[in-house]
């Protein structure tokens, strides 16, 4: 059953561009199927997390991590009674802006475009889906609908203070309200990304062997998962009892988060979609219980997952080849493929042409970039990663 507070297809605030009603698909499906289709949601394939896309077959990518998050987030959402597809376009498309190399890349690129606006990736999602990808005839674009639009930039909460150039740009055209809260249907796929990425480190860290199946025994919220798990099977084997507790561990969050949203919306009693945007404070969280906890896991991890020594090694090897190749391209944009050589003619000085270097790199995947580098800077770099 569909809640008063659930974002209504037949009540969308529409697109920047209208079209006609599809007669098969609802508004949000339509985006998430255009989303689904989108370039730049094909090459999460070869862009990653935490490891670089060819070091393991079984590590996550940004495109296994957005389907995992969709599967959360739907089951989230239908608990709730929020709309499902909504809650699924923007989980599908939360990760569109990361650049190559993880957040490795993105750092690399914040520091190379400091002079230039920075760079943001939720705000490059929304440059991919309003600008970047050009397939159809009448916009660029997908032109999606407001309330998705709204949930890729405002998931994470309100927009305060400096709003980042690329989302600026489009809102001056669409407003998205960025001084409010998302729609619920957005906080549940905020959260459904939180709980993906806190389960597969732990899962992706073990296989990289960063760190034992004891060591997370002894984490908060992990030992009980553990216990509950000998308890049940003594003598289970190695790989099984590890599966089971972060199998365990990711119901005990999806559990928590529908817990405290259900109470949450009890207290706001929210008649509205808008109501929840007003509430002045998140609707969809962590109780405080689990989220201290998990904040204990989440340090573990930085330390011994994402400032390993081997991954710090790589980290440096991929930072230079972002920053060997950035300069290059803003030397000799001829360097650039020919569809980007409209936007460099038309670029209005060197700010603007930063900024289309930048969407060309950010879109790069991880081999891509590799291979890039290689062809067009040489030397040994890409034989070391």
Not at 285 to 306: C, D, G, N
Not at 366 to 377: G, K, M, N, V, W
Request: glycine letters at 6%; aromatic letters at 10%; proline letters at 4%.
């Amino acid at each position: 059953m569909t809640a008063i507070y659930a974002s209504d297809p037949e009540g969308s605030r529409g697109r920047l561009f209208p079209e006609s009603y599809s007669t098969f698909r609802s508004p949000f499906q339509r985006d998430r199927d255009r989303i689904i289709h989108a370039s730049a949601f094909r090459r999460l394939k070869h862009k990653t997390q935490v490891f670089i896309e060819h070091e393991g077959d079984y590590f996550r990518t940004r495109l296994t991590h957005s389907i995992e998050v969709a599967q959360v987030a739907r089951t989230i959402a239908g608990v709730l009674g929020l709309n499902s597809d909504l809650t699924e376009a923007v989980a599908l498309a939360h990760d569109l802006g990361h650049p190559p190399f993880g957040h490795t890349g993105e750092e690399a690129l914040s520091a190379l475009m400091a002079p230039y606006g920075g760079f943001d990736h939720n705000a490059q999602a929304i440059r991919i889906v309003t600008s970047l990808e050009r397939h159809y005839a009448e916009f660029d674009g997908l032109n999606l609908t407001w309330e998705t639009l709204e949930g890729i930039a405002k998931h994470n909460g309100p927009v305060v203070g400096e709003v980042p150039y690329a989302l600026a740009e489009y809102v001056a055209r669409h407003d998205l309200e960025l001084g409010t809260h998302a729609s619920a249907e957005a906080q549940v796929a905020a959260l459904a990304d939180d709980i993906a990425y806190n389960n597969h480190d732990l899962h992706d860290g073990l296989r990289a062997e960063l760190f034992s199946t004891d060591e997370l025994a002894e984490l908060p919220l992990l030992d009980e998962c553990f216990a509950r798990v000998d308890e049940l099977y003594p003598g289970l084997n190695y790989y099984r009892r590890r599966h089971e507790a972060l199998r365990r561990f990711f119901g005990l969050l999806v559990e928590d988060v529908i817990a405290e949203a259900q109470a949450a919306l009890a207290e706001v009693d929210p008649q509205s979609a808008d109501d929840v945007r007003m509430a002045g404070r998140p609707v969809v969280r962590f109780s405080p219980a689990v989220w201290e906890q998990l904040k204990v896991i989440r340090t573990f991890l930085f330390h011994r997952m994402y400032r390993a020594p081997d991954v710090v090694e790589m980290r440096a090897k991929v930072t230079q080849v972002v920053e060997e190749l950035f300069p290059l391209f803003m030397e000799r944009t001829d360097l650039l493929p020919k569809q980007w050589r409209k936007d460099v003619e038309d670029a209005q000085g060197e700010v603007e042409l930063a900024r289309i270097v930048l969407d060309y790199i950010a879109g790069m995947t991880d081999r891509f970039a590799i291979q890039s580098h290689e062809r067009l800077i040489g030397g040994d770099l890409a034989k070391e990663i």
